[in-house]
């Protein structure tokens, strides 16, 4: 079955502190993997995505990721987490040609000052 | 700007009523999507459309239905038969066409709850 697991429902950093969000994955085909940011009541942004190439990619706001086969994972990083930061992130896996995604239950980044 | 609309952004519907959510985008996309957002789920996708005229179910379609007639636009209907229609609704958009290396761009979502 194809499916994206986000392990933390709920993490809690202090302003200044680094930052991974896990990602996991179930996909059949070569994995198109994507992280998304959604403020509250808002929809998503794209923060990165993986296609192919070098593994570790880089996207706005400071974020990165890495994608490791071997492990299914694709967990993003932020060397100092900002209190702007605070939302909630979606992992995504899908086909490199459609919007056609199957998405994590979202990890809910709280900031404290 | 180029984007995707989504209109209202609340909706309040009565049980047993239909309503239609509007998706509009200027992108010049030929695919389009819409998904249902539930805490603590992700999203689900509910239907797609690759092309004019043309489009398919998702994981969830039961109880919605849409239509696609122009490019630049793709209602859903959330009828009655939906058992628990009360939820975030986002829609967006591809390039299609079998682009690869492309990506989903999304709405600003609408917010249906049954009163």
């Known amino acids: 079955a194809q499916s994206v697991t986000q392990p933390d429902i709920h993490i809690t950093v202090s302003e200044g502190a680094s930052l991974e969000l896990r990602c996991n994955y179930s996909?059949?085909?070569?994995?198109?993997l994507f992280w998304y940011v959604q403020s509250p009541g808002q929809g998503l942004q794209l923060l990165l995505k993986y296609f192919s190439g070098d593994t570790l990619v880089q996207g706005i706001k400071g974020f990165e990721a890495e994608f490791k086969r071997s492990q299914s994972s694709f967990n993003l990083r932020k060397p100092s987490v900002h209190w702007s930061d605070a939302a909630e992130y979606f992992c995504?896996?899908?086909?490199?040609?459609?919007?056609?995604?199957?998405f994590g239950q979202g990890t809910t980044l709280q900031v404290k000052p | 700007d180029g984007g995707i609309t989504q209109s209202p952004k609340y909706l309040f519907r009565k049980e047993g009523q239909n309503v239609t959510l509007s998706c509009e985008q200027n992108l010049n996309h030929d695919a389009m999507y819409w998904y249902r957002q539930d805490p603590g789920q992700g999203l689900r996708l509910i239907y797609y459309s690759q092309i004019v005229n043309d489009f398919q179910k998702g994981d969830i379609a039961e109880g919605y239905s849409v239509s696609r007639e122009k490019k630049e636009s793709f209602p859903l209907t959330v009828t009655s038969a939906q058992k628990n229609p009360t939820a975030f609704y986002l829609c967006?958009?591809?390039?299609?066409?079998?682009?690869?290396?492309?990506?989903?761009?999304f709405g600003q979502g609408t917010r249906l709850t049954v009163v």
């Open positions: 967006a958009s591809s390039i299609g066409r079998g682009v690869v290396n492309t990506e989903a761009f």
């Open positions: 996909y059949g085909a070569t994995p198109y």
């Open positions: 995504a896996v899908g086909p490199s040609n459609t919007g056609k995604l199957i």
